[in-house]
């Protein structure tokens, strides 16, 4: 048979959204390559794209529904294992109420066919859900004090740029597509600063590394604002039309004097002066930032303390300008269905993500009965693990959703198969960073004739009997998801299949100034920051580590080759954490033994390696490594931010010993 070429798109959590062709010979895909076609990702994807192959052949991919019986997995039947749960939700909602199931989900899959468990569990009358976020959460909320929204520059718009500062991210390895903009804009002078106390892959495009002391951005931002001030570097008229609270902003700022913010973040004065005058002069300027940044207590107000540099600069609302942290370009308008479920949800309960351990064992009427889990593997990736463990102990019903037995699907009673992107179509956005809505090929049939969420849900609302949830096929549930688009842009549903989609020419972020803030202005102080018993103003709390036996920072970010723990399923030995040569001396250790490290929460064994990239007093260890290697959230606080209640990761301490 002729060998077929179909196109798909890549659904991991990641900012860009590739699309891709599989080769398919005789019912079997041969190979995976980037879509030369695709006007944003042009046919380069990374080895996690590539391996959608892998994990679809997978011998150890999980292709029946499991039941744990007497501590064994027997496989049972799609009818067998829906019966089940829609029998134990029944009781249970009976007996306790709909809020005593824990419905925890993330972003492990990106189509819009796979929220429908959202939509199942606000019919089901409200399970208990997260708010917070373990991702990106202290900066989502802080952009909306600030700005009143949360909105990106289109890429090609840095071209504009003359200063560019990426602060707290590392686009090399989780932002692949971003760098060639960057990479362009270096070609065309402009300058590009990185801040990262880790010197990554990304700083060998950048024209200047700045090393910083983990979580003390704020009074880096404070510190440039007050040289910026001081020095007449302003946008006066913006200030005057578009900015409420400069003068007690002004008045704050005084205090981080370039002695103080040197003592702080251990930068020196003169690259401190440096980046101010560049910012500010060398205009217009643009700032990107992480999302490591945040993973900290005082996350949210050093995401504030950054946003104010672009507005007393006037680098808001203009070409080349911006303080870009996220874009829910796309997700804003998809609002169909899912969205209209949500009044349903009656007896709907919240727990603040970060805390999942904390919630479920404290959880009183009713008690968590069951836990529902889907997209995610929060055994492995929500902070302190030895907690969640014991947590999840104590519930006696859990049903994960997988393609892999993770250690969270191990933790089980019934686990249930999950299709791989290869083997449904589905439209996939990010409202991360790529402003792109793509839609993506069923290539294959189902593996074993496995059925997708969306029709587990659809099946299980019947038997659970949710009169009202929409029993439809899923090509009318896309064309309901889509409407908005549809509708604003006069585009057809058969146009979104066959086109990827963006909205053209759009408008520079704020570019009329009118931000959607309660005063319309850009809030450097907010009313709604103090309602909710925060500084009005941005501020820098320093979160000064007492002296006891903690004293190395670790910090977990994420990994080149592996999209959280999905690529390091099978993979060998230790967790290696890297240190640089100063600490390891300052601590006595030995770099050819192993080592453990020990956190209030929990402990891991380590191999050590050296980089002089690592910042002093740091750790690096990449999140990921499954338990049979050792997670690196043994280690962390199950504790959230100032704002937004993001998982603070990184507010992490710990004492390593060789063993
Ligand atoms: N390959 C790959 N790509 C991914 C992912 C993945 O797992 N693998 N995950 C995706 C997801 S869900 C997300 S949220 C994004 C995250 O994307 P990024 O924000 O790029 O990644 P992080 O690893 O969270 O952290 C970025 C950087 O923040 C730095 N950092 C840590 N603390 C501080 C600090 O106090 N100050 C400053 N200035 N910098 C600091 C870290 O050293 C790191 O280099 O990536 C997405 N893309
Ligand atoms: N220490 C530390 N921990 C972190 C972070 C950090 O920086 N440091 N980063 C945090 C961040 S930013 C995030 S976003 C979270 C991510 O946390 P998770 O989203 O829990 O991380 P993943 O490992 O990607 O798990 C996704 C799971 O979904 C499964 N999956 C894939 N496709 C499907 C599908 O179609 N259906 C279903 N039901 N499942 C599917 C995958 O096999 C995988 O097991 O981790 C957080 N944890
Ligand atoms: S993981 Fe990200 S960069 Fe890699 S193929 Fe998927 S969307 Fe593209
Ligand atoms: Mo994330």
Known sequence: MKEKRIKFTCPLDCFDICTMVALVKDDRITKIEGDKDHPFTQGFICKKGKKHLERLYHPKRILNPKKKVNGKWIDISFEEALDEIAEKLVKIKEKYGPSAVLHFYDSGYGGISKTVDKMFFNYYGGATVHTGSLCWGAGIEAQKIDFGGNKGHAPEDLLNSKTIIIWGRNPADTNIHLMKYLTEAKKRGVYIYLIDPIRTNTARIVSKHVSIKPSTDGALALGM???????????????????????????????FTLDYV???????????????????????SSIIIGYGIQRYKNGGNNIRAIDALGAITGNIGVNGGGVN?????????????????????????TYSKAKLAQFIMNADNPPIKCLFITKSNPLVQVPNINATIKAFEKVDFKVVIDMFMTDTAKAADLVLPATSILEEDDFIYSSMFSPYLNYSKQVIQPINDIIGEYEIFRTLAKKVGLKEYPDIDREEFFRRELRPIMEEFDISYEYLK????????????????????PSGKYELYSEIAKEKGLSPIPVFIHE?????????RVITPHHRDSLHS?????KEGKPIAYINERTLKKNNLDVTRAATIKTKYGKLTVNLETSENIGDDIIMIYEGWWHKNGSVNLLTPDEIS?????????????SIKNI
């Open 544 to 552: 000064k580590k007492t002296e006891d036996e903690y004293n190395i």
């Open 225 to 255: 604002a007050n040289y910026i001030i001081n020095e007449g570097l302003l946008d006066e008229d913006f200030i005057k039309n578009y900015v409420k609270g400069y003068d007690e902003y002004k008045e704050y700022v005084q205090r």
């Open 566 to 570: 999905q690529h390091f399923a099978f």
């Open 325 to 349: 942290y996220s874009n829910k370009l796309i997700g804003d308008y998809i609002q169909g269905e899912v969205a209209k479920s949500d009044k349903y949800a009656v007896n709907r309960r």
């Open 498 to 517: 066959e086109n990827p989609f963006t909205i053209k020419n759009r408008d520079i972020p704020w570019k009329d100034k009118e931000f959607d803030t």
């Open 642 to 654: 100032d704002i937004g209640e993001q998982a603070v990761y990184y507010e992490c301490f710990c």
């Open 262 to 284: 040197e003592e702080v973040t251990g930068i020196h004065r003169n690259e401190i002066k440096e980046l101010a005058e560049s910012y500010a002069k060398n205009k217009p």
